[in-house]
């Protein structure tokens, strides 16, 4: 499956974004499907995640409460809505699958398997 993120911006702080992944491929709804995210000088780190069948959603603690992951399986798009953004939420996003099962593994990035290319996100205070 290839991926392709989108819907980065710079926004001020209090501000909503909502980005996308577009998925190439007919088996996307096999997939469990995840975002994470890198800030200039730290590692990438987990976001959300959600299971291919939409049954489970997981989150960062930083991010609970304020962002919220779906997807449409009719249209191959995974979504992730920001709201109430802050300084610290800046970072290049990313979207990844893995193929569905070990659920436990959600926020792990090395269980991902295919990786969009990533959309910028600038929170200015």
């Known amino acids: 499956v290839q991926l392709q993120a989108s819907g980065g911006g710079l926004v001020q702080a209090g501000d909503s974004l909502r980005l996308s992944c577009a998925a190439s491929?007919?088996?996307?709804?096999?997939?469990?499907m995840g975002w994470f995210r890198q800030a200039p000088g730290k590692e990438r780190e987990f976001v959300a995640a959600?299971?291919?069948?939409?049954?489970?959603?997981r989150y960062a603690n930083s991010v609970a409460g304020r962002f919220t992951i779906s997807r449409d399986n009719t249209k191959n798009m995974m979504y992730l809505q920001m709201n109430s953004l802050k300084p610290e939420d800046t970072a290049v996003y990313y979207c990844?699958?893995?193929?569905?099962?070990?659920?436990?593994?959600?926020?792990?990035?090395?269980?991902?398997?295919?990786w969009g290319q990533g959309t910028q996100v600038t929170v200015s205070s």
């Open positions: 959600i299971t291919w069948d939409m049954s489970t959603r």
């Open positions: 491929g007919r088996t996307f709804s096999t997939y469990d």
């Open positions: 990844a699958a893995r193929p569905r099962g070990d659920w436990v593994y959600f926020s792990s990035s090395p269980r991902y398997d295919y």
